[in-house]
């Protein structure tokens, strides 16, 4: 258990895991995530994403492989060093209480503080850096129901960021936020890598948002890296045709990224090459 | 206003002195003037005073912050210490014990002074044996699921009332009446309750240590468990933890002061409007916002004079103020929100 500077912030090796006998859910995944790099996860639903995201962030147990951050083993720390190390932030937080987003974001401070301490003026200064950092500082105040969700969403990140940990893990973080706010969002996690050298993992579901923004993107397709890369390398109409069985044209946007349009057919001529239930039905038996 | 080590110390402090004042005020005031009397009797109302401040203080307490822990650890604002059965259990032991035991048998009296209520034992053991079925049912290998103890405790809860109306309608007449007086919340029979208050107070002052200690972890938790989890804590040791403390303490309460309903329930809430949702101060204004709001109430009950009603059981004024104010916070809708409602 060396720490190597040089190596990947994040390591899954190998990673497998199953809810039970034959229900594979990961099948021997594999992926890096660098320093100061943002890698886009992406893949239909029910490709075993979140499953990843939750074994990294050691919410579910079990599986077989290794998780590797900064060069130390996921399972061998305990979870407020860990949180040290890892900050996450799921698709939507909301609070069974009424918090302010300054109290919400102080959260953020708990893994470097001791069970029974006070946040300090100095954990508050972060707070409220981590606030401007995602152009929230204006909400400080606010209660955390009065926000949008993009603004919720922005608060949620700055409790992350104030974690101060040197991997970011992001779970579908854009899903529910209008076209701006995802790529708002994506774009500061985008400086966030490159500029603080801060790792991150990102789910994404809309694959023109992550092609345009993110390093590398990783595919996943039942359980399985399909394709892994740059952007360019990856989102192609052959690889978008077998991971989420559809039809579509990429075309090359203005400033080089891939964009997926997927082909509309007339009503009826959709039947998806990669299904195969829906070819089972008519087939005679 | 986010908690300061400074801010948490003065609002504390102010808390515990506030408790101070009313439970001093509340030893004058009582159905004859302490101060008309004198010698002897006034000592032996003094001592009674005492006794039946003590309790409601420590009952108030136990089921405020009770009720805090269990909205915290289920995360749901309707919550209350009452929610998973184990009132019904302990209220079924106290019921049981006062049935089964020969009446000679109800006072125990203790070696170092005082007495402790048989039947009232009967309840807390009942309370355990409720915490150890609610958490065998509700756990899957290990881990405690909100959802699951709700269920749980709802059909613990339906179980134990039939159960109770059984054991009721059971009863001979005199005791009947007596029961059904029990079940409404009455603080207890003034008698020499020193032994009883002591256990009770070592337990309630555990309890409080161990939830002013989890009391950052319930932040985190009302964020969700894998918010929590990403944040260091260990969530279903926390949970554990949470649920077996909070269930002892609802627990002894109703085993101390038979069911006093809506304390758990309104004090949390009105500490978080007063106060914000901060759990590191909900928790121990709520210990002593009970322990006000419970004296109180049991001193206005016994000004009532006997001919219209005197000895009226505190339960009936907690829940006659509880309701309308629950009402008035779901109108105005300040109280609760990003909850279930």
């Given at each position: 258990m060396t720490t190597t500077p040089a190596g990947p912030m994040l390591r899954v090796d190998r990673v497998s895991f199953s809810y039970g006998p034959g229900r594979f859910e990961l099948h021997d995944v594999s992926l890096e995530v660098a320093r100061g790099e943002l890698v886009g996860l992406l893949g239909p639903n029910g490709s075993g994403k979140s499953t990843l995201i939750k074994l990294v962030m050691r919410l579910l147990e079990g599986g077989s492989g290794r998780i590797v951050v900064d060069g130390r083993d996921a399972l061998r720390q305990r979870r407020r060093e860990y949180a040290r190390q890892v900050a996450y932030l799921p698709q939507e937080s909301r609070a069974a209480f009424a918090f302010t987003a300054m109290e919400a974001v102080l959260m953020g401070r708990s893994p470097h503080m001791g069970a029974l301490g006070f946040e300090t003026e100095d954990d508050r200064a972060r707070a409220r850096s981590a606030l401007d950092c995602v152009d929230a500082g204006r909400f400080a105040d606010t209660m955390l129901d009065e926000l949008s969700g993009g603004e919720r969403q922005r608060v949620m990140l700055a409790r992350a960021l104030v974690q101060e940990s040197p991997l970011l893990v992001l779970d579908e973080p854009a899903s529910f936020l209008d076209i701006r706010h995802q790529y708002e969002l994506y774009e500061l996690l985008r400086r966030l890598a490159h500029e603080q050298g801060k790792a991150c993992l990102c789910v994404g579901h809309d694959v023109n948002v992550a092609a345009a923004l993110c390093d590398r993107l990783v595919l996943l397709k039942e359980g399985r890296v399909e394709v892994a890369g740059g952007p360019r390398e990856v989102v192609t109409a052959e690889s978008i045709r077998r991971v989420y069985g559809i039809e579509a044209e990429v075309w090359t946007g203005s400033a080089g990224q891939p964009v997926v349009q997927p082909v509309v057919r007339p009503a009826g001529a959709m039947a998806s090459p990669g299904s195969a239930s829906s070819s089972d039905g008519e087939r005679p038996i | 206003m986010t908690l300061t080590a400074r801010r948490y110390v003065v609002v504390v402090l102010v808390a515990a002195a506030a408790w101070l004042v009313v439970a001093a005020a509340a030893l004058t005031i009582g159905p004859v003037n302490i101060f008309g009397v004198g010698g002897a009797v006034q000592r032996q109302m003094l001592d009674g005073r005492i006794g039946e401040v003590v309790t409601a203080s420590l009952v108030g307490a136990a089921l405020a912050v009770s009720g805090a822990a269990f909205q915290a650890l289920l995360r749901n604002p309707l919550a209350d210490p009452y929610i998973l059965g184990v009132s019904g259990g302990a209220s079924l032991g106290v019921i049981l014990g006062t049935l089964v035991l020969p009446p000679a048998w109800l006072y125990l009296r203790l070696p170092l002074g005082g007495t402790v209520s048989l039947p009232g034992v009967c309840g807390f053991l009942m309370a355990l044996a409720v915490i150890a079925v609610v958490y065998l049912i509700a756990q899957r290998r290990g881990r405690l699921d909100p959802y699951r103890l709700i269920l749980t405790g709802v059909v613990a809860s339906a179980f134990f009332s039939a159960a109770i109306m059984l054991a009721v309608a059971l009863a001979g007449d005199r005791l009947r009446n007596e029961l059904i007086f029990w079940l409404m919340g009455g603080l207890g029979s003034p008698r020499d309750q020193r032994g009883e208050l002591a256990v009770a107070a070592v337990v309630v002052m555990a309890g409080l240590a161990v939830f002013v200690w989890q009391a950052r972890g319930f932040n985190l938790l009302a964020f969700g468990e894998d918010v929590a989890a990403s944040l260091g804590l260990d969530v279903q040791r926390h949970r554990r933890t949470a649920f077996v403390v909070a269930s002892l303490l609802a627990g002894i309460s109703v085993s101390l002061a038979g069911p006093i309903g809506f304390v758990g329930l309104i004090v949390p809430h009105l500490v978080r409007m007063a106060f914000g949702s901060d759990h590191r101060l909900l928790v121990p204004l709520s210990v002593f916002g009970g322990a006000v709001f419970l004296t109180v109430a049991h001193r206005l009950v016994l000004l009532v004079p006997y001919e219209v009603?005197?000895?009226?059981?505190v339960g009936i004024v907690t829940a006659m103020c509880g309701v309308p104010f629950f009402v008035l916070l779901l109108v105005c809708g300040r109280g609760i929100r990003g909850g279930v409602l």
């Open positions: - | 009603g005197g000895g009226l059981p």
